[in-house]
T-cell receptor, first 113, second 112 residues
Framework: KQEVTQIPAALSVPEGENLVLNCSFT??????LQWFRQDPGKGLTSLLL?????REQTSGRLNASLDKSSGRSTLYIAASQPGDSATYLC????????????FGTGTRLTIIP | DGGITQSPKYLFRKEGQNVTLSCEQN?????MYWYRQDPGQGLRLIYY???????QKGDIAEGYSVSREKKESFPLTVTSAQKNPTAFYLC???????????FGDGTRLSIL
């Protein structure tokens, strides 16, 4: 059974700093991995999707990497801004039982002005 | 704009009552999903539908029911058999299974 873990559960950093969010998964046989952002009381917004054959994806100040062999992904946020404050969730689709996303519990990020 | 609309935003249920959460999408997606989100836990899959008139149980289907009579609509009924229904419910859709999922803004269900 696939399990996804995100540590830390919460993170506070000063504005302008670069930061890394971590995601680990137990079964390396994944189809793809997605990073989402969730604002309080809102739904999820997809940030980046990495296919299993890819190593990284970039969008603006965001860069997500994937290392299947070690069961890890990182989300790098450059030059953080107060508007980046949100909960960040990673989720994987496994090769087996691939009808669903398996989510981590998220990292709540606060950018301090 | 294309998207997913969930309604209502807030819903209250009395003991012994069934309630239905609405999810509509105009993205022409075949697959639709219902997730439940509890504090400190990741999203958990309740039901999913790959195509019209077909749906399958997810990890926590007990106490819930769904229908998929139209491509655009995938309503979720929280029955009285669901003893702990208080949660944030999220609907999602994707073009096909395994494709990126797009989410609605959620419905927060509480018990009166």
């Amino acid at each position: 059974k696939q399990e996804v873990t995100q540590i830390p559960a919460a993170l506070s950093v000063p504005e302008g700093e670069n930061l890394v969010l971590n995601c680990s998964f137990t079964d390396s046989a994944i189809y793809n991995l997605q990073w989402f952002r969730q604002d309080p009381g809102k739904g999820l917004t997809s940030l980046l999707l990495i296919q299993s054959s890819q190593r990284e994806q970039t969008s603006g100040r965001l860069n997500a990497s994937l290392d299947k062999s070690s069961g890890r992904s990182t989300l790098y946020i450059a030059a953080s801004q107060p508007g980046d404050s949100a909960t960040y969730l990673c989720a994987v689709i496994s090769n087996f039982g691939n009808e669903k996303l398996t989510f981590g519990t998220g990292t709540r990020l606060t950018i301090i002005p | 704009d294309g998207g997913i609309t969930q309604s209502p935003k807030y819903l209250f249920r009395k003991e012994g009552q069934n309630v239905t959460l609405s999810c509509e999408q105009n993205l022409n997606h075949d697959a639709m999903y219902w997730y439940r989100q509890d504090p400190g836990q990741g999203l958990r899959l309740i039901y999913y539908s790959q195509i019209v008139n077909d749906f399958q149980k997810g990890d926590i289907a007990e106490g819930y029911s769904v229908s998929r009579e139209k491509k655009e609509s995938f309503p979720l009924t929280v029955t009285s058999a669901q003893k702990n229904p208080t949660a944030f419910y999220l609907c999602a859709s994707s073009r096909l299974l395994n494709q990126p999922q797009h989410f609605g803004d959620g419905t927060r269900l509480s018990i009166l």
